[in-house]
């Protein structure tokens, strides 16, 4: 069974840096094609991908946020953070990871964790 | 970056009615060397995160209804549901990973 969960945070003040931890099980993240991506999603909008790192430690970034934004994998703990810096308000949403199984698609996504960004 | 524009916005069906949704691309996410496009469907009920229904572009994800059904290529593509059931009430995002950065369209919101 595979099963992802968010963590971290659920309220940061502007300009603080954010980092969420995502621990999966039933899958490795050793395993060649596989890799692990952030979503967020704002109250009431659309779905916005953010980054992905993949099993050889690749990663790739949204071009807006890149600058702002890190990921990396602890493979043994079967864990991926993400950081991002400067939080502002319009940062507001559900953050989601999810599995890619391969060619980038995505498949599992954990429940999300709504992170707030106020003073 | 490819934009995904999904059409309507917003639609009403009647319970076993057919309900479609359409989704179009700004460049082909048709992949010439394997023949696959590289788009997918998700549903999001209220509160819950995306599922996915479609990948391939057509392929039903494990142990989705045979209602749902996807077809489409290259840069327009459909979602469709044959018999709309209560429980589909839910918003329905396509999604490219041709490239990146992976990009969704703007959601549709499906209602009775």
């Known amino acids: 069974q595979i099963t992802l969960k968010e963590s971290g945070p659920t309220l940061v003040k502007p300009t603080q840096t954010l980092t969420l931890t995502c621990t999966f099980s039933?899958?490795?993240?050793?395993?060649?094609?596989?890799?692990v991506d952030w979503i967020r999603q704002p109250p009431g909008k659309a779905l916005e991908w953010l980054a992905v790192?993949?099993?050889?430690?690749?990663?790739r970034f949204s071009p807006s946020l890149k600058s702002r934004l890190s990921i990396t994998k602890d493979t043994s703990k079967n864990q991926v953070l993400l950081t991002m810096t400067n939080m502002d308000p319009v940062d507001t949403a559900t953050y989601y990871c999810?599995?890619?199984?391969?060619?980038?698609?995505?498949?599992?996504w954990g429940q999300g964790t709504l992170v707030t960004v106020s003073s | 970056d490819i934009v995904m524009t999904q059409s309507p916005d917003s639609l009403a069906v009647s319970l076993g009615e057919r309900a479609t949704i359409n989704c179009k691309s700004s460049?082909?996410?048709?992949?010439?060397?394997?023949?696959?496009?590289?788009l997918a469907w998700f549903q999001q009920k209220p509160g819950q995160p995306p599922k996915l229904l479609i990948y391939?572009?057509?392929t039903r994800d494990s142990g989705v209804p045979d209602r749902f059904s996807g077809s489409g290529s290259e840069t327009d593509f459909t979602l469709t549901i044959s018999s709309l059931q209560a429980e589909d009430v839910a918003v329905y995002y396509c999604?490219?990973?041709?490239?990146?950065?992976?990009?969704f369209g703007q959601g549709t919101k499906v209602e009775i």
């Open positions: 999604q490219q990973h041709y490239n990146f950065p992976l990009t």
């Open positions: 999810a599995r890619s199984p391969g060619y980038s698609r995505i498949d599992y």
């Open positions: 790192i993949s099993w050889n430690d690749e990663k």
């Open positions: 460049q082909s996410v048709l992949y010439s060397s394997n023949n696959k496009n590289y």
């Open positions: 391939w572009a057509s």
């Open positions: 039933g899958f490795s993240l050793s395993t060649s094609g596989v890799g």
